[in-house]
């Protein structure tokens, strides 16, 4: 693996021990941040929005390097970096490519788990996700300050797909976490795990027919130029957690600990309103300028009920069955 400089970092002349930094709180701190996107994508406008909070809310020095297009790695990366303190301090994640320290948290992001925006952002804007956050904090040494999303995601794909027959069979990919399989293998397409940069690719080769996401990063990537086709299915609004290096985090000082959390909170609202808004323009856009063609799902009604058992089966074996009450009670 590359060898990366730790970016919370003391300067005064020489690098000192992240000790003194966090008793120092008027050194100069600098944070690293990591986004797959540009500038235009409602991720980076949102770390950027964090920046700014944290600035306006710190007397002390605080410097912000965020890096774009993916020049850090994909999200997999970045939850390695995150866990052992080095190149990323502080991006946006699916929960999916988290599972592989916390096997809990993709429950936040699971397929169908939220009833319509209102329900997603009662549940955002209360304490009900606390206990995935502790198992996050404990198992990764990942701290969520924030939570960011609001894309509705719809299944993409180089053939139509509108209705569950033609559902039956897809070869889709879908993210890293079981419990994304388990939900379309129960609404009998053929799901798999696949690298989201090698996506595009495998659309284009035939290895899969398409996968499922929001508007956003289908525009951004183009993905439509290998799957045109739109189905409406919208199984899942978008839960993206704004995360911190645990490592970062504690060798904050104290006021700086305060503001990043602050700022994490604000800036998750202002992300969720922001992608909850665009999520719906992007996507009339694309079909506007015909590079997407928006299909109606025919049986949505049906894959609610289907989904169901696969969902408290997966509580169940977390050992979150309550938590799972709890957020469809919210």
């Given at each position: 693996?590359?060898?990366?400089?730790?970016?919370?970092?003391?300067?005064?002349?020489?690098?000192?021990?992240?000790?003194?930094?966090?008793?120092?709180?008027?050194?100069?701190?600098?944070?690293?941040?990591?986004?797959?996107?540009?500038?235009?994508?409602?991720?980076?406008?949102?770390?950027?929005?964090?920046?700014?909070?944290?600035?306006?809310?710190?007397?002390?020095?605080?410097?912000?390097?965020?890096?774009?297009?993916?020049?850090?790695?994909?999200?997999?990366?970045?939850?390695?970096?995150?866990?052992?303190?080095?190149?990323?301090?502080?991006?946006?994640?699916?929960?999916s490519n988290m599972a592989?320290?916390?096997?809990?948290?993709?429950?936040?992001?699971?397929?169908?788990?939220?009833?319509?925006?209102?329900?997603?952002?009662?549940?955002?804007?209360?304490?009900?996700?606390?206990?995935?956050?502790?198992?996050?904090?404990?198992?990764?040494?990942?701290?969520?300050?924030?939570?960011?999303g609001g894309g509705v995601?719809?299944?993409?794909?180089?053939?139509?797909?509108?209705?569950?027959?033609?559902?039956?069979?897809?070869?889709?990919?879908?993210?890293?976490?079981?419990?994304?399989?388990?939900?379309?293998?129960?609404?009998?397409?053929?799901?798999?795990?696949?690298?989201?940069?090698?996506?595009?690719?495998?659309?284009?080769?035939?290895?899969?027919?398409?996968?499922?996401?929001?508007?956003?990063?289908?525009?951004?990537?183009?993905?439509?130029?290998?799957?045109?086709?739109?189905?409406?299915?919208?199984?899942?609004?978008?839960?993206?957690?704004?995360?911190?290096?645990?490592?970062?985090?504690?060798?904050?000082?104290?006021?700086?600990?305060?503001?990043?959390?602050?700022?994490?909170?604000?800036?998750?609202?202002?992300?969720?309103?922001?992608?909850?808004?665009?999520?719906?323009?992007?996507?009339?856009?694309?079909?506007?300028?015909?590079?997407?063609?928006?299909?109606?799902?025919?049986?949505?009604?049906?894959?609610?009920?289907?989904?169901?058992?696969?969902?408290?089966?997966y509580a169940a074996e977390?050992?979150?069955?309550?938590?799972?009450?709890?957020?469809?009670?919210?």
């Amino acid at each position: 693996m590359s060898i990366f400089k730790k970016t919370v970092t003391l300067l005064s002349g020489a690098v000192l021990a992240t000790s003194v930094l966090a008793s120092t709180a008027s050194a100069q701190v600098t944070l690293r941040g990591a986004s797959m996107f540009d500038e235009n994508h409602a991720y980076t406008k949102t770390l950027r929005k964090f920046a700014d909070l944290v600035k306006e809310n710190y007397d002390g020095d605080v410097t912000f390097d965020l890096r774009l297009n993916g020049e850090l790695g994909v999200e997999s990366d970045y939850v390695t970096y995150l866990n052992q303190g080095v190149a990323v301090d502080y991006t946006i994640l699916a929960p999916s490519n988290m599972a592989v320290f916390s096997p809990s948290i993709p429950l936040m992001d699971m397929p169908f788990l939220f009833r319509d925006l209102d329900h997603w952002n009662a549940v955002l804007s209360s304490d009900v996700l606390a206990p995935l956050e502790a198992e996050l904090l404990e198992k990764a040494d990942i701290k969520i300050i924030g939570y960011n999303g609001g894309g509705v995601r719809n299944i993409l794909s180089a053939k139509p797909i509108k209705d569950m027959a033609e559902l039956n069979g897809f070869r889709m990919r879908v993210m890293g976490a079981p419990i994304q399989a388990q939900i379309f293998a129960a609404l009998h397409a053929a799901p798999s795990a696949i690298a989201y940069n090698e996506v595009y690719n495998a659309i284009q080769t035939g290895v899969i027919e398409g996968f499922e996401n929001e508007a956003a990063s289908i525009q951004n990537l183009k993905f439509y130029e290998v799957a045109p086709y739109l189905t409406l299915t919208q199984h899942a609004i978008t839960v993206r957690p704004i995360v911190m290096s645990g490592k970062t985090f504690r060798a904050l000082p104290e006021a700086l600990q305060a503001a990043v959390l602050k700022a994490g909170k604000e800036a998750g609202e202002f992300g969720r309103e922001l992608e909850s808004r665009e999520d719906g323009e992007k996507r009339q856009e694309m079909a506007d300028a015909k590079q997407i063609t928006l299909i109606p799902f025919e049986g949505r009604d049906e894959m609610l009920k289907m989904v169901v058992p696969v969902q408290d089966a997966y509580a169940a074996e977390l050992g979150a069955t309550e938590l799972l009450n709890a957020i469809r009670a919210k």
